[in-house]
């Protein structure tokens, strides 16, 4: 059974950068589509990025596109986010999940973390 643990999170300014990471203990992540979502006070979970197994391919929410950016470190069994120029609409809990087919959509990914929360402040 896979378990991520997201870290990185905290509070930052408006204009401000954040590095999130995803890690995983009990099985390898190198076999999945990895994907990173938020979830702010009394809003849905909504998607922010994707990766694929390999890392040759993303996706990036609109909102979040030229300022986020998702990589992948296999040999370390890491997913990384990295925020620049943050907003205040930014502000939500994230979290990482797996994934076994090429998806945006909350409900096909599995292995939820228990999340990291990321306040912008403005």
């Known amino acids: 059974q896979v378990q991520l643990v997201e870290s990185g999170g905290g509070l930052v300014q408006a204009g401000g950068s954040l590095r999130l990471s995803c890690g995983a203990s009990g099985r390898t992540l190198s076999i999945y589509n990895m994907g990173w979502f938020r979830q702010a006070p009394g809003k849905e979970r909504e998607f922010v990025a994707t990766?694929?197994?390999?890392?040759?391919?993303?996706d990036y929410a609109d909102s979040v596109k030229g300022r986020f950016t998702i990589s992948r470190d296999n040999n370390k069994n890491t997913v990384t986010l990295q925020m620049n120029s943050l907003k205040p609409e930014d502000t939500a809990v994230y979290y990482c999940?797996?994934?076994?087919?090429?998806?945006?959509?909350?409900?096909?990914?599995?292995?939820w973390g228990q999340g990291t929360q990321v306040t912008v402040s403005s």
């Open positions: 999940a797996r994934c076994s087919t090429w998806s945006t959509s909350p409900s096909d990914f599995g292995s």
């Open positions: 990766i694929s197994w390999s890392g040759d391919r993303t």
